[in-house]
């Protein structure tokens, strides 16, 4: 009786490590990160803000010094160097990649070096990549954004892929370039989708998309092959000086 109280005793504890593994802090991913270490989870919940502009890893950014602030503002580059993969996890809190901190007219922002990974994931808050840099091949297939997906002059430079993704806040590629063609084929779109001014000298995928809002690509630059099969403007679609292979078409705004 003594041998069968033990062992469930031990199950319970067990079972509750393991539990208790399947979170983890935003902190604790900034520590991996500093220290120079890959970050790979799977099935975790990240809690907190998951803050990529606090890293340790910064230069002054002198190109962008003097945007705002009349001069005064001071800007920053956060180079997160480590392979970068999260699959199936959830994430409570804020995933940050650009930071304006006006009290101190400072601007930080992240630029990536190896694989980015965010797989299968649920962003429950905003998610703000402004002014990032994604060099390697960079997937966010079959993510979920429940709040705002914040891509404003983002660059891709190597494979992108927004497959079955579900943008339920905002989503903006406003000033975005992806040189390497992207894939948001099956995606929804079911806040206001921003693609003004958008490059995609080799393409994009919007096979089976779902736009359940207005979707903006005024002054979009497209080139072959770019397919829009089964592609639904639920809501408006404003394709005006849109090109097409260098040639203007004259979209339409509902």
Same mark, same amino acid.
């Given at each position: 009786?003594?041998?069968?109280?033990?062992?469930? &005793?031990?199950?319970?504890?067990?079972?509750?490590?393991? #539990?208790?593994?399947?979170? &983890?802090?935003?902190? %604790?991913? /900034?520590?991996?990160?500093? !220290?120079?270490?890959?970050?790979? @989870?799977?099935? &975790?919940? /990240?809690?907190?803000?998951?803050?990529?502009?606090?890293?340790?890893?910064?230069?002054?950014?002198?190109?962008?010094?003097?945007?705002?602030?009349?001069?005064?503002?001071?800007?920053?580059?956060?180079?997160?160097?480590?392979?970068?993969?999260?699959? !199936?996890?959830?994430?409570?809190?804020? &995933?940050?990649?650009?930071?304006? $901190? $006006?009290?101190?007219? %400072?601007?930080?922002?992240? !630029?990536?070096?190896?694989?980015?990974t965010f797989k299968d994931c649920t962003f429950k808050?905003?998610? !703000?990549?402004?002014?990032?840099?994604?060099?390697?091949?960079?997937?966010?297939?079959?993510?979920?954004?429940?709040? %705002?997906?914040?891509? *404003?002059?983002?660059?891709?430079?190597?494979?992108?892929?927004?497959?079955?993704?579900?943008?339920?806040? %905002?989503?903006?590629?406003? @000033?975005t370039e992806f040189p390497n063609g992207v894939s948001? *084929?099956?995606?929804?779109?079911?806040?206001?989708a921003n693609f003004k001014y958008t490059k995609f000298?080799?393409?994009?995928?919007?096979?089976?998309?779902?736009?359940?809002?207005?979707?903006?690509?005024? #002054?979009?630059?497209?080139?072959?092959?770019?397919?829009?099969?089964?592609?639904?403007?639920?809501?408006?679609?404003?394709?005006? #000086?849109?090109?097409?292979?260098?040639?203007?078409?004259?979209? #339409?705004?509902?």
């Amino acid at each position: 009786m003594k041998s069968l109280l033990s062992s469930i &005793v031990l199950f319970l504890f067990l079972s509750s490590v393991a #539990y208790a593994q399947k979170s &983890v802090t935003a902190s %604790e991913i /900034i520590a991996k990160i500093n !220290n120079g270490d890959d970050i790979n @989870y799977k099935g &975790v919940k /990240i809690t907190g803000d998951l803050l990529l502009t606090s890293i340790k890893d910064k230069t002054r950014d002198s190109k962008r010094d003097s945007w705002g602030n009349n001069g005064k503002e001071d800007a920053y580059i956060c180079h997160v160097r480590s392979k970068i993969t999260f699959e !199936n996890c959830t994430f409570t809190g804020n &995933v940050l990649g650009y930071l304006h $901190e $006006e009290d101190t007219e %400072e601007l930080y922002n992240v !630029n990536f070096y190896k694989e980015v990974t965010f797989k299968d994931c649920t962003f429950k808050e905003n998610f !703000n990549f402004k002014y990032t840099k994604f060099p390697k091949a960079t997937t966010f297939e079959g993510s979920t954004f429940e709040e %705002e997906a914040f891509f *404003k002059y983002t660059h891709f430079s190597s494979d992108i892929d927004f497959t079955d993704v579900d943008f339920n806040g %905002e989503a903006t590629f406003k @000033y975005t370039e992806f040189p390497n063609g992207v894939s948001f *084929k099956n995606a929804n779109f079911n806040g206001d989708a921003n693609f003004k001014y958008t490059k995609f000298p080799r393409g994009v995928d919007f096979t089976n998309v779902v736009f359940n809002s207005d979707a903006n690509f005024k #002054y979009a630059n497209f080139r072959n092959p770019s397919n829009f099969k089964n592609t639904d403007f639920g809501s408006s679609a404003n394709f005006k #000086y849109t090109k097409l292979n260098g040639r203007q078409f004259h979209g #339409y705004n509902d």
